[in-house]
């Protein structure tokens, strides 16, 4: 009996582990970044300047020196020998997703989840559009998941007191989750409080985490030595510093309410994709159950549990942090956890009013009040995911931005620009010498798809002159011009206007239907830089 019983819960674990994993692969599986919209360009220059199975590349080696990242992801993608690869570099970020996912289950079960309740929360979180809007990216948030989750088991230390390889391998683990996102300092951030609260209040012995602490600080130290720290980070930083000098309580209280917005409204789109009326059954369902989510993390919080206070640092960090327009993206990673507290709060509340005893059939109610929320959007992420006829993948199927816009208008025109400039990458490449630079929106994605270095394009801020000095100051040989990925009035077709007077079309590109502009490459006149040129506004 005790083995037919074991050979059930395989057979059932192969049921369940199968389909996830064969699903992820088919949807991940391309040859090309899913987006231009993302940082996966640079990443895979920081990787192939960092592997040792490429060749020195000075264009790589260009950007790495420029990137503002840190480098756990990239060395992940060099040293597993797919950064010369789209399609190996999409199969690698989906195995470090399923091993999160792996990693997940088994932080539940800890957690005193049964089986199938742990289970039926992963598929829940597989499933949910947080997921299938983020996962087509070779980005850094599956590993990070996966750090994450390997870093919680691997609490408390204290259980493992004596074994000095075990803290060592948890302080490696929490270095390189750090130096993989820098928002991991919320993790520093969380084990430090956690190590010496319960020392004082507990009187535990604070060796096991110290020493884990102190690798991972170290690590971080040594990275910032060798390369100095990101500007963005501080840029971002100085302007809440120069919001809140203006006018404090204003200041104060814009931050707190956007930040709640911004938090709040992810966490729904997350379970529902798009938002509902507000005087939807969906809507307020979503609503509660955030709620409870925030009961659960001050209850994990209270515990002192290390994956509470993580939780805690890192929605403090988004809920200041200026720029919302990756909000998705970054609470991808920490979706899980916060399913998590969501679900085993809902379990505490409801078996101490009702005094049930059953946790696992509570917890499995939670699951289904999570599903009716995120089920009825899976419809929507089939029929993109299946767009088209015939067995072949749409195109437009494998880029992230096409399931995330509601209106299947708008999505086929963004896919569709998204799919002409990677076919214009071969036309710069064949219409430009090597080594000479090539201006862009998106410098990274020209360097890394059409093999030339390129810098951004610079702003039009309605000098003329102050215009070309810009271009002059780039050293840039071309420009190249589309609509994709536009920053407004400086870019796409508008840039035609300010460039007019200094650079000359190499090719252009042109709607058969409108007569109007697709995209072009133009040639700068360098003779034409320093000369006066009549204000063309």
């Known amino acids: 009996m005790v083995n037919a019983s074991k050979t059930i819960k395989i057979m059932a674990a192969l049921l369940f582990i199968l389909p996830i994993g064969f699903t992820a692969f088919w949807f991940a599986d391309q040859e090309m970044p899913a987006s231009l919209g993302n940082d996966s360009a640079t990443y895979m220059l920081m990787a192939r300047h960092l592997s040792p199975f490429v060749d020195n590349d000075p264009i790589a080696s260009d950007f790495y020196h420029r990137a503002p990242f840190p480098p756990g992801f990239p060395l992940f993608l060099a040293y597993s020998g797919v950064s010369h690869d789209f399609r190996l570099a999409h199969a690698a970020v989906t195995l470090c997703f399923l091993l999160g996912l792996g990693l997940f289950f088994l932080f539940l079960r800890r957690q005193g989840f049964g089986s199938t309740s742990a289970g039926l929360t992963v598929m829940v979180y597989c499933l949910s559009p947080v997921v299938w809007t983020n996962v087509l990216g070779m980005l850094s948030e599956s ?128 379970l529902m994709l798009y938002w509902v009326e507000a005087t939807s059954i969906q809507f307020w369902l979503g609503v509660g159950l955030g709620l409870i989510a925030l009961c659960g993390l001050v209850y994990r919080m209270w515990q002192l549990q290390t994956d509470g206070w993580y939780l805690f640092f890192y929605l403090l960090i988004l809920f200041i942090w200026p720029f919302p327009d990756a909000m998705s993206r970054f609470l991808f990673p920490v979706f899980p956890l916060l399913l998590f507290v969501t679900i085993y709060s809902f379990s505490v509340i409801v078996c101490k009013l009702f005094r049930l005893k059953h946790e696992e059939r509570v917890r499995g109610l939670a699951v289904l009040l999570l599903a009716i929320l995120i089920l009825p959007s899976l419809g929507f992420a089939v029929g993109r995911a299946t767009y088209g006829s015939g067995a072949v993948r749409h195109p437009y199927s494998y880029i992230s931005e096409f399931y995330q816009m509601v209106d299947i208008k708008d999505a086929k025109t963004y896919a569709q620009g998204y799919s002409d400039a990677m076919a214009d990458m071969k036309l710069v490449a064949l219409h430009t010498k090597p080594g000479e630079v090539v201006l862009w929106v ?59 007077p200094i650079a000359s079309p190499i090719w252009q590109k042109i709607h058969k239907s409108t007569g109007q502009l697709k995209s072009a490459l133009l040639l700068i006149k360098h003779e034409k830089l320093l000369k006066e040129v009549p204000d063309i506004m």
């Open 143 to 270: 590993l990070y998941m996966s750090l994450t989750f390997a870093f919680l088991l691997m609490l408390p230390l204290k259980q493992n007191s004596g074994n000095w390889r075990y803290w060592g391998a948890a302080g490696l683990i929490l270095g390189w989750l750090w130096l993989t996102r820098s928002i991991g300092v919320a993790m520093v951030l969380a084990q430090t409080f956690v190590v010496f609260i319960r020392r004082l209040l507990l009187g535990e012995w604070v060796k096991p985490g110290a020493v884990a602490l102190f690798i991972a600080v170290t690590a971080q130290g040594v990275w910032q030595l060798v390369k100095p720290p990101a500007t963005h980070y501080g840029e971002a930083f100085q302007a809440i510093l120069n919001f809140l000098s203006s006018d404090p309580a204003n200041a104060i209280y814009s931050i707190m309410v956007k930040g709640a917005i911004n938090i709040g409204s992810n966490w729904l789109s997350g």
């Open 442 to 500: 998106k410098p990274n994605f020209l360097a890394l798809l059409a093999g030339r270095p390129s810098r951004t394009t610079p702003k039009w801020r309605g000098d003329q002159q102050k215009f070309i000095q810009a271009v002059a100051d780039t050293g840039a040989t071309y420009v190249y011009i589309s609509g994709v990925t536009g920053r407004g009035n400086d870019d796409g077709l508008q840039a035609m206007k300010y460039f007019s």
